[in-house]
């Protein structure tokens, strides 16, 4: 067992803002030197899918900054999460913020572990070969077994 | 400021992509050698801090050129 400090954290949220902290605070902890694990479970695994498609959406989400004010019952019409979406990249890309898939490739690169709730996959009937090859999977037990020795354990 | 062996232009990038830039960079480069990062976040101006006490690596100095900042990082 080495002596680097180690993150784990658990991924479950699969929308797009929530993607960023567990792939930003892991690579960032890779880059610091962590010992990096993420266990993505239940929506979390719509992060290891090869063809990334994440969408946001403002509904349930008060605290979107919106570029004009849209009436809670618009934002339900169709369509409109996936402009908000393309309008969300659009901005982020702009502001100099990483796409999910270059956060995801640093992770990849920096050896961040990267395990898949096998429950949830059955769960959902995902197919693995539709997740990114790198990906292992496991379960609570697996899990408990990288974060039992971390130095920091975070659920996101 | 002093000399560098190495530059990394990160201009417009958004946190964390700076510092995963500049680890990707010193990890090319031999130990006593120094690296100048250029970065526009305003964020980085701490963040280069905390990587450097975190990494071991020497944060010569920083220095500030309008809305651009210098940094320079000895590796350990």
Not at chain 1, 23 to 42: P, W
Request: charged share 25%; net charge negative.
């Amino acid at each position: 067992m080495s002596d680097e400090k180690k993150l784990a954290i658990i991924a479950t949220k699969g929308s797009l803002d929530w993607a960023y902290p567990p792939l930003i605070l892991a690579s960032t902890a890779s880059a610091l030197g962590y010992e990096t694990e993420i266990f993505f479970t239940f929506y979390g695994l719509a992060m290891l899918k090869k063809k990334l498609n994440l969408q946001v959406s403002p509904l349930g989400n008060p605290a979107m900054p919106m570029p004009m004010p849209v009436p809670v019952i618009m934002q339900a019409m169709p369509g409109m999460q996936a402009m908000m979406s393309s309008m969300m990249k659009k901005t982020m890309k702009k502001k100099g913020v990483a796409s999910v898939e270059e956060l995801r490739d640093l992770c990849l690169e920096a050896e961040v572990r990267m395990v898949a709730c096998q429950m949830t996959v059955d769960l959902f009937d995902f197919d693995t070969k539709d997740f990114i090859d790198e990906v292992e999977y496991g379960g609570a037990a697996t899990f408990f077994e990288f974060a039992g020795k971390s130095d920091i354990c975070l659920y996101i | 400021m002093a000399d560098y062996n190495e530059e990394l232009d990160a201009s417009g990038l958004n946190c964390p992509l700076p510092i995963l830039r500049a680890k990707k960079k010193l990890n090319t480069m031999e130990s006593g050698q120094v690296l100048r990062i250029i970065a526009t976040d305003p964020g980085s101006v701490k963040d280069f801090d905390a990587f450097a006490k975190q990494t071991g690596n020497t944060l010569l100095s920083t220095e500030e050129e309008g809305d651009k900042y210098a940094f320079f990082i000895k590796k350990k």
